[in-house]
């Protein structure tokens, strides 16, 4: 059995909850998933996302949770909750532009893998961003795409560091009996173009 672990991150503004961002991992040795994987795992996103801070207006936050819940990557049944030891406190941005709410920037995730005909990528929503993270045309800016593609680089020395995978998981379908597979992230990049989340009613 492959265990793979969601690090859950919770956004909020000041009318309330945000968003959720989901971010995988397993181990490199693929073993089960402990308690020190956990705290390991949400530390990486934790100084990811910090470092990312001066991209989001001051009325923004966010907080990394400390369980991780756990899955068989290849059936996808749910395993028992792993709890990290301690809990991150909230985290606000610096920028003190101003916003627009649903709009911001993403962070394309890439592997080397093939799966059914298709590369798996995957990705990260940044929203809000600040207004100074975009240029004169609207577009995300060079600064902004410096700022991440670093990030992005250090996330992934990181977790190496702390013997974990960062992953993207292609999810098992019984429909079209797919198994599932978790694969692991080569790169990360911002998107050339702003992103937009809309509230389904």
Known sequence: MS????????????????????????????????????????????????????????????????VCHVNDSVTGALLPDVMGTGPYTPVSGTSGAGFQAGSGLRVNWSTSTVLRGRHVRGGTYLIPAADDAFDALGLPSAAASVLIAGECTELLSEDVTHGLIFCIWSRPSIAHSYVG?????????????????????
């Open 3 to 66: 265990e793979i672990a969601t690090v859950v991150t919770e956004w909020h503004g000041a009318t309330g909850p945000l968003a959720v961002t989901k971010m995988r991992f397993q181990r490199s040795d693929f073993g089960s998933w402990l308690a020190a994987d956990t705290q390991n795992a949400a530390g990486v996103v934790n100084e990811f996302l910090t470092d990312l801070m001066p991209l989001f207006p001051a009325a923004v936050d966010f907080e990394v949770q400390d």
């Open 181 to 201: 597979l978790a694969v692991p992230v080569t790169g990360g990049e911002m998107s050339a173009f702003p992103a937009g989340l809309r509230r389904r009613r």
